[in-house]
DNA sequence: GCCAACGTTGGC
DNA sequence: GCCAACGTTGGC
């Protein structure tokens, strides 16, 4: 899952009451189709968009499963959507509680030279989905870079 | 600041 | 249903 530090960083996510929070404002249908598909317990990566370095910075923890985003209806909000029905949400969101911050964060220019992330989804080209999946191998070659450093 | 790679909107 | 125009994301 992407975000903007300058919105809301990994340390924002380990500060939060009970280090979980509401993963609202996705509005894209391919990236809430990939949240609709989280299951409770799966395992996500954070990674920091926009900054320097990019980078995957902490692992987090899916404890609740899709359910309307609320800022949809929410008039004031950014992601306000007025063409989306209570009757019928438009748009979802999970929760996610921090689990571990990386002691590297494994940076972009990083995993691209790494061969297990050949087809890692965040490296593709023009890739600008905020929620994308991670396969097992690419879990644990990011989770092994992120503690050795290497 | 630029621009590629999208996704969305709206005229037809 | 097509497609041009426009808006956004995000890497560089």
Redesign the pocket.
Known sequence: M?T?PTTFSFDDLLRAPRKTTGWDGV????ARNFLREMKKGDTVFI?H???DP?AVVGIAEVVREAYPDPTQFDPKDDHHDP?SSPDDPRWSQVDVRAVEKLAHPVS??RM?TARELAGMA?L???????VLPVSEVEFRAVVKMGKSGS
């Not at 509005?27 to 391919?30: G, I, K, L, S």
């Open positions: 992407k903007e509005r894209n249908y391919q990674y968009s926009n900054t990019k063409d972009l220019e691209k965040l593709q080209r023009g890739n600008r989905l905020s």
